[in-house]
């Protein structure tokens, strides 16, 4: 067994007992770093009521705690699912050099875990989603962005 295979069936693991134990959903992640797991997280959204507490971010969040840093390309992801688009972003924003996962997102929707509908939702124009961004300006003195150039200098 190579050490995908090793990783991905630890993801595979924390899935099935987070589920098993009646925590949350079946989902479960690890974050590698030169070959050793930093971080692992559960999908933790039926426990805390937080919809983002997938266990992508859970385990983000964990391996940024542990390495003191958001950047983590240096890391890579391992998934016991095909991200949603949330986690997807997260992957990007979190710079890892590679994403690993077990199961598709076809195999989710058969048991009604599909999110095949957010990623249409967001193909679509903003004017056309479900959700509507409305744009309202700001009546203050400050702008944050200016401020945090500002603070950057």
Known sequence: ?????V???RAVELACTNTRDKK???????????????????NDVLETHDPTA??????????????SRPDLSDCEL????????????AVYWAKFKAFYYAYTEEEASRIGMSTKF???????????????????????PEHPYAVWKESQA
Request: charged residues 25%; glycine residues 6%; contains cysteine.
């Open 118 to 140: 957010v990623y249409d939702q967001l193909a679509l124009p903003a004017d056309k989603r479900v959700v509507q961004l409305v744009r309202v300006e700001p009546d203050s």
């Open 54 to 67: 997938h266990a992508e971010i859970q385990a983000i969040r964990e391996a940024s705690r542990v390495l």
């Open 7 to 9: 990783f991905i069936k």
């Open 24 to 42: 949350g959903k079946p989902f479960g992640a690890v974050i590698v770093k030169d070959g050793r797991i930093i971080a692992e997280g559960v």
């Open 1 to 5: 067994m190579n050490s995908t295979d």
């Open 78 to 89: 391992y998934a016991s699912g095909e991200p949603c688009p949330m986690c997807l972003a």
